[in-house]
């Protein structure tokens, strides 16, 4: 136990000008797309988007109408299924009702007339933590359970890539949570290369080293959780992980490294490094910020919010609370629903429904984005 289990390198999964076409209907555009090796990467996207058609093209189960998919050295693009050194996982695990966990975990093997199943299985039912259910049908253990000995059955056969379509979807939302974590740990553990299907940002941001996220069948942006979350390249990405609080403001001047925009109360300040869209003087551009990064501040209070912060005016349209925090809807003329998250630890009680207040924020966390854009 504890003991790191690492596979022979597959090497990455490299597509190459791989798309898919049913008719006139293109559901997945020519994408390229390096899956590094041993990494846990997630694509994230809503329904209909094209993820589950890529991932199903990198398994063999749908021919792709152009491109190729390449495993290291070798071209798999014509590889059946089974000849692949790839397994799936799906949403619905497709457990055997009457065998027991073990003869589940087992099938592959035995299947390949492996003679001495016993140390293996027993080995991977440790690393899935079910041991103790050893000898359980599937009906008698709980999702998350069914869900971890469909991963070992998976894995038993020693893939160099274990792709997941939406493995966790049918899952309540804290066993959910709890699964995601246990995903990661196995991943970390066995050392290959996980590619997991979701639409669900929080899960793709809490397990996977690099995320891509599609979008009508195209990949929008491809990065860490943390670079797509502070660094945004469309509005889509900033929209569809977490709320992005677009402003629209017009490019002033430039000065050391900034852009300075017209907006807010005066002017807002956007690091050039942060701004995807061309900004030239008179354009305008759409400046973003994350609700947690802005501190909420009673309108009386104002004189005291130091200088070089960017600033906005408002007036609280609405507020809930969230538990660790408390959100705040703010009507103002630049955005109308400008969402900011206050921890209720400094929570301020003049802070209610009608109080004028004063957003403000530090420039370095502000994210600038192409108004021209759908
Ligand atoms: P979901 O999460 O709903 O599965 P997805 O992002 O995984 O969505 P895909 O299943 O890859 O999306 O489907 C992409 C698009 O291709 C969809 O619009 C879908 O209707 C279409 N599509 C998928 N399979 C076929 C098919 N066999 N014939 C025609 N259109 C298809």
Redesign the pocket.
């Known amino acids: 136990t504890g003991k790191k289990r690492t596979a022979e390198g597959g090497g990455d999964v490299r597509l190459s000008g791989i798309g898919k076409t049913?008719?006139s209907?293109t559901?997945?555009h020519p994408l390229d797309l390096t899956v590094p090796e041993g990494s846990f990467f997630a694509l994230l996207?809503?329904?209909?988007?094209?993820?589950?058609?890529?991932l199903r093209m990198i398994a063999g189960l749908e021919e792709p109408s152009c491109g190729s998919v390449w495993l290291g050295d070798h071209d798999v693009t014509n590889l059946p299924p089974y000849k692949r050194p790839v397994n799936t996982v799906f949403q619905s695990y497709a457990l055997f009702p009457h065998l027991d966990i073990f003869e589940n975990v087992a099938f592959g093997l035995r299947r390949r007339g492996v003679k001495s199943v016993k140390k293996q299985v027993e080995d991977m039912l440790e690393l899935v933590q079910l041991g103790e259910q050893a000898r359980k049908k599937p009906h008698q253990l709980s999702g998350g359970q069914q869900q971890r000995v469909a991963v070992a059955r998976a894995l038993i056969n020693h893939p160099k890539v274990l792709l997941l379509d939406?493995p966790l979807g049918a899952l309540d939302l804290k066993l959910r949570r709890q699964m995601q974590l246990e995903l990661k740990r196995i991943q970390t553990e066995v050392g290959i290369t996980f590619i997991h299907?979701t639409?669900d940002q929080e899960e793709a941001m809490t397990m996977a080293d690099t995320v891509a996220v599609?979008n009508g069948?195209r990949v929008e942006q491809l990065g860490s959780p943390t670079d797509l979350y502070e660094n945004p390249r469309t509005t889509f990405v900033a929209n569809f992980l977490g709320t992005s609080n677009l402003i629209e403001a017009e490019v002033d001047s430039k000065s050391g490294g900034d852009i300075v925009l017209k907006g807010g109360d005066g002017k807002l300040v956007l690091p050039e490094a942060r701004c995807s869209a061309p900004a030239t003087t008179g354009g305008k551009v759409l400046v973003g910020v994350r609700p947690e990064k802005i501190t909420l501040t009673h309108a009386d209070d104002a004189g005291e919010i130091p200088v070089g912060r960017n600033r906005i005016t408002g007036k609280i349209a609405a507020t809930s609370f969230i538990g660790v925090s408390t959100q705040y809807v703010i009507d103002s003329s630049v955005c109308p629903e400008f969402e900011v998250y206050v921890q209720n630890i400094d929570r301020d009680t003049r802070l209610v429904p009608g109080a004028d207040v004063v957003l403000h924020w530090n420039p370095a966390h502000t994210f600038g984005l192409d108004a021209a854009q759908d």
């Open positions: 049913y008719g209907f559901a997945v996207g809503a329904s209909g988007c094209g993820k589950t058609t890529t939406e299907v639409h599609m069948g």
